[in-house]
């Protein structure tokens, strides 16, 4: 168990670091709250391909038409976990005061939105997606 949270903590953590940075483009485009969404399932599509190769390899006994879809199902509410971490940091943040600028008080609440996705997510894939 601990070598594969270990795994999972180096797949997700890269995934975590891929939405933290893509969410700074798409933000680029579009509002906070769309671009967390964005970055996340950019992060999501990565996550997947890496944890059923080297997280939970055993695991893949069902083929991907049919994992894929419990995947998307189970990182959803990852997702809603993010999403809601999020937009509670930001009010949390925005009580204090504001920073200097809005961006660094977005990218923090980001930073914690994300792990909350990330403990959901983990708890969720090894109990529901790749159960053996």
């Known amino acids: 168990m601990f ?13 975590a670091l891929l939405n933290f940075g893509s969410r700074f483009l798409y933000n680029a485009f579009v509002p906070f ?4 969404v964005l970055a996340y399932t950019t992060g999501l599509i990565y996550n ?3 944890s ?7 695991a ?13 199902v189970v990182a959803m509410l990852g997702l809603t976990l993010t ?8 009010s949390v ?12 008080q977005e990218a923090l609440a980001h930073i914690a939105g994300i792990g909350f996705g990330f ?14």
């Open 119 to 132: 403990i959901g997510n983990y708890i969720g894939h090894k109990y529901i997606t790749f159960r053996r």
């Open 3 to 15: 070598k594969q949270f270990s795994l999972y903590l180096i797949v997700a953590g890269s995934a």
């Open 93 to 104: 943040l925005n009580s204090f005061g504001p920073l200097e600028e809005r961006k660094s």
């Open 83 to 90: 999403w809601l971490g999020s937009m509670e940091a930001l």
């Open 60 to 72: 893949c006994s069902v083929g991907k038409r049919k994992q894929l879809p419990v995947f998307t």
């Open 48 to 50: 997947y391909m890496l």
């Open 33 to 36: 709250e769309i671009s967390v």
């Open 52 to 58: 059923r190769r080297f997280v939970f390899e055993g």
